[in-house]
């Protein structure tokens, strides 16, 4: 019973500190350039009105002191912060509580292949999430890639965003683009259909969705969320279902970046 006693006190003594510890972390401030390149970099960022960025600014702070953002043969600056941190917060903006479950970013002079090398063959990777032992909670972007989604305003790619929609999507246990812990029940059978679809469409040259999204549903998810947040006038004019169903998933209209759902 004694010991019992002693672990139990151990365990509340360790989740005090660790609130305690949060707390800290996040009264520190936001560094006092960020909001400056937030303005310069996100589009997204731009769209909102002064009360909203504030809430962003906020949102960012505390991804930044949770999660590591580290170069392999790179370096990293604030820009290169303020972009993997949009590039999470973005997705989950409509959302009033949300952790994805990293400790980790780390960012890549350039493409890379399944085993994380930048040398050798199949070097065509842009953005993965560790799967299992020590890179279970890491993320690996390439950071030409992450730049590249965020200065490019026309076109409906975004890396970062693509992989933070991965783990959006891992969070009910499953990778497979049915987000279920985001969408009433009745809208799940709906959703499959619409993505099997769309996926006839894009193999019959048919859409002008990134072919990739074929792949399976999971990367079809990705990819037209990349397309909502980056091109969202043009996706709720040319595929306005799709839209439509992704509006509901993430619980905002990029289009009207203040309204929340």
Known sequence: MIFLVSVLALIAGWLGWRYWQRKVRYAQPLPVMYPRLLQEHVAYYQSLSDDRKRLFEERVNRFLHDVRIEGVETTVDDVDKVLVASS??????GFDDWYYPLTNVLLYEGSFNKDYQTTGEGRNILGMVGEGGALQSTMVLSKPALHEGFANDTSKGNTGIHEF???LDKADGATDG?????????HIKPWLQLIHQTIREIKANQSDINPYGITNEAEFFAVVSEYFFKRPDLLQEKHPELFARLEEIFRQNPIKADREL
């Open 178 to 186: 049915l987000p279920e812990h985001l969408m009433v029940h009745d």
């Open 88 to 93: 999470a917060i973005i997705p989950i903006f």
């Open 165 to 167: 929609v991965h783990l």
